[in-house]
């Protein structure tokens, strides 16, 4: 299953293409602007010391990480349709080997694509460690496991693209600006902060801030600790998922 992942995604280049596109879309239009905007004295205070651009860079990546790894269960409908999934429900393999397979291979192509986003943010931004890149590597792999298998999770109850393509962006677009990617977590009100620490996305972000420029606001210990736990999670809900999925379904 791992390797079917990733030769679809090789055999696609357009997926590769419009993957790298997005973020570098909000990068250059985003992130540019805002980067003048904050250029005022005393503007560095607010995210650490760091310029708006190195304080984005990890956030990109994650944002490429979590929107990608979410929509990889996009396949999982279009294999419902050609017939593949009901041959994986009935193989002789354990469903739980397949789940995890798909999951990993999906993964592997998320994490991918951000490190293609993450070398372009070594050329605009000043402020990141390239000593820290194999750790956020390591954040993200974590982050695109956990989204991949709720992503499988989710589309294996839908026959509709359509349907699960709008329930994933209702879904991501308060994760990712309850994560911290574009302001801090400090500048929330109360409420919203509150929502931003149940965010699973949020200590990935953090914890690859703190490695790729080390700025932190919570501890990256706990950052690793609670996205273990919270990707652990929903790999099993996962695998329970797909493996009381029948044929019909």
Do not use: H
């Not at 650490?48 to 860079?57: C, T």
């Not at 500048?187 to 149940?198: G, K, N, S």
């Amino acid at each position: 299953m791992v390797y079917r992942q990733l030769k679809r995604f090789v055999n696609a280049r357009s997926r590769l293409v419009m993957s790298i596109v997005q973020p570098i879309i909000w990068l250059v239009f985003f992130g540019m602007g805002w980067s003048r905007a904050f250029s005022f004295p005393g503007a560095r205070q607010m995210f650490g010391g760091l310029d708006y651009l190195s304080y984005l860079a990890s956030g990109m990546v994650a944002m490429t990480i979590l929107t990608g790894s979410f929509m990889s269960g996009i396949s999982v409908i279009w294999d419902k349709q050609f017939g593949f999934l009901k041959e994986t429900l009935v193989a002789p393999a354990s469903r739980k080997e397949v789940i995890i397979g798909r999951a990993l291979g999906d993964s592997l192509v998320v994490v991918f694509q951000s490190l293609v986003i993450l070398a372009l943010m070594f050329l605009i931004a000043p402020g990141l460690n390239i000593y820290g890149v194999i750790p956020a590597v390591l954040y993200g792999l974590m982050l695109a496991l956990g989204f991949a298998s709720i992503g499988i999770a989710l589309s294996t109850k839908l026959s509709s693209m359509e349907g699960f393509q709008m329930i994933v962006n209702l879904i991501t677009m308060p994760l990712l600006f309850l994560s911290g990617i574009f302001y801090p977590i400090s500048t929330m009100p109360d409420w919203m902060r509150v929502l931003a620490y149940l965010d699973p996305a949020t200590y990935a972000v953090d914890g690859m801030r703190y490695w790729l420029t080390g700025v932190s606001s919570i501890d990256p210990a706990l950052d690793i600790g609670l996205l273990t736990v919270l990707t652990v999670v929903f790999l099993v809900l996962a695998a329970r998922v797909f493996e009381e999925a029948t044929i019909e379904d």
